[in-house]
C-alpha cells in the first residue's frame, strides 16, 4: 500500500521545530495548549512509522486511512497527559506500544461506514477542530458536528434536531467562522490559511 504524502511537514512553522528533541516538543505540546506546531512536528516525525503499522490492522485503503487517524487521536490524548521520564530524548518506543495498544481493542467499521477523508483533514486537523467543536454553544455544535464529521444534509440535521433547513442553512455559515476562530492560529496557518475557498476547507464545513 502506497504511503502517503504529508505536505504539512514542509511548512515553515514545522520546519522551524525540525532539530528539536522529542522531550521538547512533548513539554511544548503540554505547556501551549493554544499552539497546534508541537504536536504536528511530532506527527510529521513519526506518521510514516505509524501508517506502516496500521497498514497490517485493515484490509482496505479506506479503514486504514479511518485507523491512522484515530491511532493519531488517541495519541494526541495520551502525550497531553503523558508524564516523561527522566531524561528521555525519545518517544518513538512509546509512540510504537500505544499504537500496538490501540491496534489491539479498537474495531475497525465496514468501508461503507466511514465518512472520514485523510486528504481532507490530516490527523493533527482533525484533533483540534474536534476540541474547537467541543466550545461551540448548543445548537451550533450540534450543526456543526452532524455537518463535518457526520457528514449529514441539512435536510437531515434539520430532522433531527427539530429545524427547518433554512435555519440549519443559516447556523452553517455562523458555525463555520466560530469554528476557524477556536482553532490554534498555527494550526490556521499550517492547514487552511488560503484554502478559505478550496474544496478542503468546504469539505471540513
Known amino acids: 500500500m502506497q504511503l502517503p504524502d504529508f505536505c504539512e511537514c514542509q511548512h515553515p512553522l514545522v520546519q522551524a521545530l525540525q532539530g528539536q528533541e522529542d522531550a521538547k516538543l512533548v513539554r511544548q505540546l503540554q505547556a501551549e495548549p493554544d499552539q497546534g506546531r508541537a504536536f504536528v512536528a511530532l506527527f510529521c516525525r513519526y506518521a510514516l ?60 467499521p465496514a468501508p461503507e461506514h466511514i465518512h472520514y477523508r485523510l486528504p481532507a483533514a490530516p490527523p493533527p486537523l482533525w484533533c483540534y477542530l474536534e476540541e474547537a467543536l467541543q466550545k461551540l454553544a448548543t445548537p451550533l455544535r450540534l450543526v456543526m458536528l452532524l455537518k463535518t464529521v457526520g457528514h449529514w444534509s441539512e435536510e437531515q440535521i434539520a430532522q433531527e434536531l427539530g429545524l427547518t433547513p433554512d435555519q440549519v442553512a443559516a447556523l452553517i455559515p455562523i458555525g463555520q467562522r466560530e469554528l476557524m476562530a477556536h482553532l490554534p492560529a498555527d494550526i490556521w496557518s499550517i492547514y487552511l490559511e488560503g484554502y478559505a475557498s478550496s474544496p478542503r476547507f468546504t469539505e471540513l464545513c
Do not use: N
Open 49 to 108: 512509522m505509524v501508517y506502516a503499522l496500521v497498514t497490517h490492522a485493515a484490509p482496505t485503503r479506506i479503514q486504514v486511512d479511518y485507523l491512522f487517524a484515530t491511532t493519531w487521536r488517541y495519541l494526541y490524548q495520551q502525550l497531553r497527559e503523558w508524564s516523561l521520564p527522566e531524561g528521555i530524548t525519545s518517544v518513538q518506543t512509546w509512540l510504537v506500544d500505544r499504537t500496538g495498544d490501540w491496534l489491539a481493542r479498537v474495531e475497525v
